[in-house]
């Protein structure tokens, strides 16, 4: 007996090391139901189950009740390592925020905000943050940020529905995703982010497009007399830091590109760990043409997302050469989604990309009056279906009366 229960004494930190490796890669919801079967998984689920702290400040009891939980019972805030504050609570448009900028900087004064900080100064998280997620409203607090960063060093950053406010220096911020007032050249009215954020890995940036009836207006002298946006480039300065940051998704929506701003984004930033890109809803040519040969600026690119509105044709003839000058200049694209002129690009994208396409998007625009868009002709959809034997995904125009042909119809197309 002494010697089963010395081998099972021995076996139990080996069981539980185990039952970890499995019980981290499952939902929450099955960790809630994994913890109800006996002691020893209860122990073990518990760990996996508290480690997130959700705090949702759109509802002021139930946050209130979170936060005495979390003061009271050791048991719970010895556990965490997540932090999420979610809930919408500061839904401010940008003409109320430049309204208000009259006046100072603007700060959220939030109760539950300012007892959450003080918890994190007197060291309630024991074991240690390792991730923030902040997705509540528009402006985290900057004294909140500092008091994390002191206490945990090593947290990452993840801020969503970041509106342009002040933002102390973030070294690990991995991810923000941005909807701003700045006209033109998103990277460089993000230098002063991108200068302290050398750990940032996802920048998805969106330009504010208002709506509704009732616009503020403002004279020339009056806009001017307006203290400055945080978010402004200062051309004496390099854009981003020397270490840094190696962006790997990068999204940008709703912005237009000068060719000055688009070649000083390419020489002062590192785009040799890019990813994913995505440029929508604008006509971003000289960033395409900055781009050029991607191979070298772009070497590990494996997905490309571009569209844009309609417009005259000598606009699209323009956009049509810098996606062909693009993906010529590389090859090796997973994923691919041209919405605008990509008739004259099959050749090209068969060519480069044929051999290791998953995912292959091409549409474009229908029209009221002529010349109508174009569809793709059975001879491209043969040639895509010889070439991309790898693509699980296809995405293509299909008009009300798209047919094939009998002498069509007795070629062999390949399955996708």
Known sequence: ?????????????????????????????????????????????????????????????????????????????????????VGDLAHKRWWQYLAEVEDGPVTMQVQALEELQQ????????????????DAGLDMPVAL?????????????????YAGSALPPMPTLVSL???????????????????????????????????????????????AALPKPFLTYDPSQPVCGGSGPMLQDLVLERFSWSVEGAIS????????????????????????????????????????VYTTWYGSEETRADITQALQDFLSSTSGLQVLHVEGPHHPLVSTIVAHHGETLRSLVLHDHERRDEPQRTTLTLGGLRRLGEKCRSLHHLGIDVDADYTVSHTDSEVTLHQF
Not at 60 to 74: I, N
Not at 272 to 281: A, I, M
């Open 145 to 161: 940020i500092e008091a994390i960063q002191v206490a945990f060093p090593e947290c990452s950053f993840v801020l969503e529905k």
């Open 119 to 134: 918890h994190i100064q007197n060291g309630i998280f024991k074991a240690g943050l390792k991730r923030v997620r902040w």
């Open 1 to 85: 007996m002494g010697n089963a229960a010395s081998a099972d004494a021995q076996r139990l930190p080996l069981t539980e090391d185990i039952l970890r490796v499995i019980l981290e890669q499952i939902p929450r919801e099955d960790l809630k139901s994994a913890s109800l079967v006996n002691r020893d998984l209860a122990a073990v689920s518990r760990s996996f189950i508290l480690r997130q702290f959700v705090l949702n400040l759109a509802h002021e009891d139930k946050c209130q009740r979170r936060l005495d939980t979390l003061r009271l019972s050791t048991s719970v805030s010895q556990y965490v390592k997540e932090l999420s504050i």
């Open 265 to 304: 984004c390419l020489e002062q930033m590192s785009w040799s760990h890019l990813r994913k890109l995505e440029l929508r809803r604008r006509d971003s040519v000289p960033l395409l043409q900055a781009c050029v040969p991607v191979s070298s600026n772009m070497p590990f690119l494996e997905e490309f």
């Open 177 to 223: 995703t941005a909807t701003v007032h700045c006209h033109g050249d998103p990277l460089l009215n993000f230098q002063p982010i991108l200068r302290h954020a050398t750990g940032l890995r996802t920048l998805q940036i969106s330009a504010y497009n208002h709506t509704g009836c009732v616009v503020r207006g403002y004279t020339e002298a009056e806009f």
